[in-house]
């Protein structure tokens, strides 16, 4: 999938705010989605995001979040022969979990991820859905991932998948 618009569906997700602001969980994040709490800037990312308490570029929070999509990437090259085989909105679907919740919080989801494994894409619809991050946390976005890991389609717009499928 293009890096653009992975970057793109991301910022759909997160939105881009250049000051410092804490998230729904109260954790300080900045930019697309960067939690800096949990993964604090390297050296290098330091050196293009200056003093980041008084906000940051709108080049900066893109090349924190490219980079912070690159890891993801990396961290989801391990799951197995399975995830390479998968077309690239269900890939994506894991990409957009990765970001979201960190590598471990989406390998929480096992029997979603063994559905995905087996070709179950009903399974794994329902099993993102039958979890916290669906019913308490981002209910929305996770209807949208979950849609893309049943039908290896993606819909910014739910209400188009709606009239689809009446």
Not at 125 to 152: Q, V
């Amino acid at each position: 999938m293009d890096q653009k618009e992975v970057l793109e569906r991301i910022k759909f997700h997160e939105g881009l705010r250049l000051m410092p602001y804490r998230d729904t969980k109260g954790k300080l994040t900045i930019g697309i989605g960067r939690c800096i709490e949990t993964h604090p800037f390297s050296q290098k990312e330091l050196s293009f995001c200056g003093d980041w308490q008084h906000g940051i570029t709108a080049n900066a929070a893109y090349q924190l979040c490219r980079n912070d999509i690159e890891e993801c990437k990396s961290q989801l090259n391990t799951l197995g022969l399975w995830y390479h085989k998968l077309d690239d909105n269900r890939k994506y679907a894991l990409l957009d979990m990765c970001f979201q919740m960190g590598f471990d919080g989406l390998k929480g989801f096992k029997k979603m991820l063994k559905h995905l494994e087996n070709k179950d894409w009903q399974g794994a619809y329902y099993e993102c859905l039958n979890s916290k991050y669906a019913k308490k946390d981002t209910p929305t976005r996770a209807k949208r991932i979950a849609i893309a890991l049943k039908t290896g389609r993606w819909y910014y717009d739910l209400n188009e998948y709606n009239k689809e499928v009446v």
